[in-house]
C-alpha cells in the first residue's frame, strides 16, 4: 500500500511539473499531501525542477557547440597551415591589372600604327611608279617633239624624276614594309605578355616579382619595337645581322656547389636531351636564319641605292634632251625611268624589308628558346627550376614536334653530333 500511495505521489508531480511549464511559471517547492497510513511520510526536496532541466539542457547544449567549433578550428588549422599565406595582396594585384591595361593599350597602338605604315608602303609605290612611268611616257613624247612642247615636256620629265628620286630616297631609308613587320610582331608579342598576366592573376598567387617581371618585359617590348620614326627608328641597313631581342636579359645564375637530384619533374636524361636540343637550335635553325636575313639585307640593300640611282640617271638623260647627243639622252631618260619603276616594284611590292624583319625574329625566336632552357639547366636547385615535363612539352609545342619526335632529334644529334642535316624546328 505504501508503494501505490508513492507511486501517486511521483504521478502527481509530474503531472504538477509539466502543468507549470505548460502555464509558464515555476514554483520554488511544492507542498505534498501527509500520508497517514502506517506514519509514512514522504517529503521531497524544495528545489526547482524546471529552471534547472532548461539549464542542463542549454548547458548541454552550449558545451556540444564550443566543442564542434573547437573541432572544426583544429581541423582547418591543420589542413590549412598557410591559410593567411595564401592570400593574394591587393596592391600586387591592383599594380598588375594597371599593366595589363597599358599592354592592352600598346596592341591597340602598334596594330592601328602598323595598318598606318602599310598604307603608306602602298601609295607610296603607287605614287613613286606612277610618277616614274609618266616621266618616262613624257621624254619618249619629247624626241619626237621639236621647239616649245620640247622644253615643255622635257622640263616635266626632268622635274617628275627629280621628285622620284626624292621619294624614293626617303622610302628606302624608312622601309615602310620592314616596319609593319615590326608593329605585328611588337602587337603578337604584347598579346602573349597580355595572356600571360591574365593568367598570373587568375591561377596564381601573383607577387611583386611577377609584378617586376612583367613590368621588365613591357620596357624591353618597347626597346626592341620602337613606335617613332625619328631618333629611335631600328637600323634598317645595319652593318652585322643580329637576332631580334626583345625579352629582358636572363640573370645570370650561380652554379652552386650542391649534388644535382632528380624532382620537380626533371632527370638527368631530361637534361641531356634538352641539351642537345639547345645545340641543334645554335647549329641550325638560327644559324640559317641569320644567313638568310644577310642574303635578304645584301639585296634590299642593292635594289634601295639602284632605284633612285635610276630614276637620277633618267633625270639627267632627259635634261640634255634636245642637243647633239639628243637621242642617246631620250634612250637613257625612258629606259632608265622604265628599269626604275621595275626596281621599286621588286623592292617594295615584293617587301623585302618585310623578309629581312621576318628572318631576323625567326632567328631571336630561337635564340629566346636556348637562352630559357641554358636558364633552368643552369640552376642547380630543381626545386626552383620549371616543372621539367611541362616544360619539355613546352619546348616541344614551340618546335612544332611531339614529346617523341622530341627526343628522336635529340637522339640524333647525339649520335651525329654536327654532321646532322635535321633542324629542330618544324614550324618555320
Not at 542542463?56 to 578550428?73: D, I, P
Not at 600598346?106 to 602598323?114: F, P, T, Y
Not at 615590326?182 to 601573383?206: D, V
Request: charged letters at 20%; proline letters at 4%.
Amino acid at each position: 500500500m505504501a508503494s501505490l500511495q508513492s507511486s501517486s505521489v511521483i504521478g502527481s508531480v509530474a503531472y504538477s511539473s509539466t502543468s507549470c511549464s505548460r502555464r509558464g511559471t515555476t514554483r520554488s517547492t511544492i507542498n505534498m499531501p501527509k500520508l497517514r497510513t502506517g506514519g509514512l511520510s514522504l517529503r521531497l526536496p524544495a528545489r526547482d525542477l524546471v529552471p534547472e532541466v532548461l539549464d542542463m539542457g542549454v548547458g548541454l547544449s552550449a558545451a556540444t557547440t564550443s566543442h564542434v567549433e573547437k573541432k572544426y578550428e583544429s581541423r582547418t588549422n591543420r589542413n590549412s597551415p598557410s591559410l593567411g599565406s595564401n592570400v593574394s595582396d591587393p596592391m600586387v594585384i591592383a599594380k598588375l591589372h594597371a599593366i595589363m591595361e597599358a599592354v592592352a593599350d600598346r596592341v591597340e597602338m602598334h596594330q592601328n600604327i602598323g595598318e598606318q605604315r602599310d598604307n603608306w608602303n602602298s601609295l607610296l609605290l603607287t605614287s613613286i611608279n606612277t610618277i616614274t612611268l609618266t616621266a618616262a611616257t613624257m621624254a619618249g613624247i619629247a624626241a619626237t617633239s621639236v621647239g616649245g612642247p620640247l622644253l615643255a615636256l622635257k622640263t616635266s620629265s626632268t622635274l617628275m624624276y627629280l621628285a622620284a628620286t626624292g621619294m624614293l630616297v626617303v622610302m628606302n631609308q624608312i622601309q615602310p614594309s620592314q616596319l609593319v613587320e615590326e608593329q605585328r610582331n611588337a602587337a603578337r608579342l604584347f598579346k602573349q605578355l597580355h595572356g600571360r598576366i591574365q593568367t598570373a592573376l587568375s591561377s596564381g598567387n601573383p607577387t611583386n616579382s611577377d609584378v617586376e617581371d612583367a613590368m621588365k618585359k613591357v620596357l624591353a617590348l618597347d626597346k626592341a619595337y620602337p613606335l617613332p620614326l625619328i631618333g629611335v627608328m631600328l637600323e634598317k641597313f645595319p652593318e652585322t645581322v643580329e637576332p631580334a631581342a626583345w625579352w629582358p636579359q636572363h640573370r645570370q645564375r650561380q652554379e652552386k656547389p650542391i649534388k644535382r637530384r632528380d624532382g620537380n619533374g626533371w632527370s638527368v636524361e631530361l637534361e641531356e636531351e634538352l641539351r642537345e636540343v639547345v645545340g641543334v637550335l645554335k647549329r641550325k635553325d638560327t644559324e640559317d636564319y641569320l644567313r638568310l636575313g644577310k642574303i635578304a639585307l645584301k639585296v634590299n640593300k642593292i635594289l634601295s641605292i639602284s632605284g633612285p640611282l635610276l630614276t637620277g640617271i633618267a633625270a639627267c638623260g632627259t635634261a640634255f634632251m634636245g642637243s647633239s647627243h639628243g637621242s642617246w639622252a631620250a634612250m637613257v631618260g625612258v629606259v632608265a625611268g622604265a628599269m626604275a619603276s621595275v626596281v621599286n616594284t621588286m623592292e617594295h611590292g615584293g617587301q623585302v624589308g618585310m623578309v629581312f624583319e621576318m628572318y631576323r625574329s625567326n632567328a631571336g625566336f630561337f635564340r629566346l628558346m636556348e637562352e630559357t632552357i641554358e636558364s633552368n639547366l643552369n640552376e642547380r636547385d630543381v626545386g626552383r627550376r620549371e616543372n621539367g615535363e611541362l616544360f619539355e612539352m613546352k619546348v616541344a609545342l614551340q618546335l612544332g614536334r611531339s614529346l617523341s619526335g622530341l627526343k628522336n632529334l635529340a637522339a640524333s644529334s647525339s649520335k651525329k653530333g654536327e654532321a646532322t642535316d635535321e633542324f629542330a624546328s618544324k614550324l618555320f
